[in-house]
Structures are given as C-alpha cells and as structure tokens.
C-alpha cells in the first residue's frame, strides 16, 4: 500500500520560523516533524510514499533523500505552486497507481497505527471514496469538523455545537476516484470533494483517542517538543 504525506503548504501561522525552514524539517524530540511521520508508516510496514513539495522544496529533498536511510522509498511530487490538499493529491496520482492510498498531514504527531487503515483501504471504491480518522476537539478547534455514528462520517446537526462532533486529524486514507474530477495543477480543497460524498453518507471513519497534535503554531510546537523532551508525549 502506498501513502502520501502532505508537505508542500508555506507553513503561514509558523512564520518566521518557515521563512527560512520547511515547516516540515522543523523539529520535536530532537526529529523533523515529518521524520515522525516516516517512522510511523515505516513502524506499519508502509515503505512506499509520496511527498508533495513546493515551498524551499529543495531542502526537503536534500534533507530526506530517497528515504533509504529511513527505511522507506521516497519519491516526490513538485508543485510549483502550492495546490491545497485535493489539488496536490490530485496532481500526484500518477504517482499513486489506482489503489486506495494513506494521506497524512506532515504537521501531525500523532502515534496511530497507520497499519490499521490497510484493512480500511479494502473495502474503498469509487462510491465509497474516504475513510476518515476523527480525533477528540483540541482546545484550538472546540466545534469540531465531522460527526460520527456507527462507523458513518456526517456534517452533524444544524448546531455546530454538536457534542458529537470530533475535528478530522489529519489522516485518512481515500480511493483515487475522489479525486477524479479535480483538473490536474489546479488548486482544491478536500473538504470540498468530501461533502458530497459525507452528505450521502458514503463516507466512513473512526474515533482515534491516542496521542495526536496538530502542531500548527509555534506555540504548539514547542510545548509538543517540550513534552516529548521530558517523556511525556508516546514516542
């Protein structure tokens, strides 16, 4: 099975930081951040992946290689102009054959065992594109994204208040037909090709209650670096 880690977006609430740093390469636990992400993919036997990169894209490259010295095969998808989640999916298909395929945010530490969504990807197909993985609400995102009921992603209720809503983490794992009407090189959302298929309920997804951050700030990321430090985060 093959994966896709997100890395090409300029990082703009790390600023300054990722002026002159890939959001990426910045570092937790004395590893880049999307080193955590390798290591966890490879932990789950996943060793073929992709990368998109676009902002200092070169030093992503020069930083990871071919990921051989991580255990893993790493090929990279370059835009030259950062396309959004969707769009950079959409723009490295080519590179993803036409199975389901892992798609993790490289801003998430988190210790999900990615090897649980290969028997998840089993059971995609073009009408039922998505499986989400749905996480407790951070302080910073209190309303949530999604509800959840019985394995079944929705929007919720009318009230964004919903107590059931949980925030998407960042992980989810999609068939290739989701993405089959987005232009090539274009820029698009994912939450965009999903409400389709959420409102119709061919979405489905779980509740993951381990450690999970959206390392999303530099305050964020130095309290996770701190943690980790200190063995108080799951390595």
């Given at each position: 099975m093959k994966a896709m880690i997100l890395a090409a977006g300029r990082g703009e609430r790390m600023?300054?930081?990722?002026d002159t740093t890939p959001?990426?390469?910045?570092?937790?636990?004395?590893k880049y951040l999307i080193l955590w992400a390798i290591i966890r993919m490879r932990q789950a036997g996943i060793t073929d992946l992709v990368v998109n990169i676009s902002h200092l894209a070169g030093k992503i490259e020069a930083a990871l290689g071919?990921?051989?010295?991580?255990?893993?095969?790493?090929?990279?998808?370059?835009?030259?102009?950062?396309?959004?989640?969707?769009?950079g999916i959409a723009w490295a298909l080519p590179l993803l054959d036409d199975q389901p395929f892992?798609?993790?945010n490289s801003d998430v530490y988190s210790d999900f065992d990615?090897?649980?969504?290969?028997?998840r990807a089993n059971v995609l197909s073009a009408t039922r594109p998505a499986h989400l993985v749905l996480v407790d609400n951070p302080a910073h995102h209190p309303l949530g994204d999604f509800a959840l009921h019985e394995g079944v992603v929705s929007h919720g209720g009318q009230d964004e208040h919903d107590a059931a809503r949980l925030t998407f983490s960042g992980i989810g794992v999609y068939h290739p037909a989701l993405f089959a009407d987005v232009a090539?090189?274009?820029?698009?959302r994912l939450a965009t090709q999903l409400a389709g298929p959420i409102a119709e309920g061919?979405?489905?997804?779980?509740?993951f209650r381990?450690?999970?951050?959206d390392v999303g700030t530099p305050q964020r990321l130095a309290e996770l670096d701190a943690r980790l430090r200190a063995g108080k985060a799951s390595r």
């Amino acid at each position: 099975m093959k994966a896709m880690i997100l890395a090409a977006g300029r990082g703009e609430r790390m600023r300054p930081l990722t002026d002159t740093t890939p959001k990426p390469l910045l570092t937790v636990g004395d590893k880049y951040l999307i080193l955590w992400a390798i290591i966890r993919m490879r932990q789950a036997g996943i060793t073929d992946l992709v990368v998109n990169i676009s902002h200092l894209a070169g030093k992503i490259e020069a930083a990871l290689g071919d990921g051989s010295a991580h255990g893993v095969h790493i090929r990279y998808s370059f835009e030259r102009e950062a396309l959004e989640t969707a769009g950079g999916i959409a723009w490295a298909l080519p590179l993803l054959d036409d199975q389901p395929f892992i798609v993790v945010n490289s801003d998430v530490y988190s210790d999900f065992d990615f090897s649980a969504l290969c028997e998840r990807a089993n059971v995609l197909s073009a009408t039922r594109p998505a499986h989400l993985v749905l996480v407790d609400n951070p302080a910073h995102h209190p309303l949530g994204d999604f509800a959840l009921h019985e394995g079944v992603v929705s929007h919720g209720g009318q009230d964004e208040h919903d107590a059931a809503r949980l925030t998407f983490s960042g992980i989810g794992v999609y068939h290739p037909a989701l993405f089959a009407d987005v232009a090539r090189g274009t820029k698009a959302r994912l939450a965009t090709q999903l409400a389709g298929p959420i409102a119709e309920g061919r979405v489905t997804g779980e509740h993951f209650r381990g450690e999970w951050n959206d390392v999303g700030t530099p305050q964020r990321l130095a309290e996770l670096d701190a943690r980790l430090r200190a063995g108080k985060a799951s390595r």
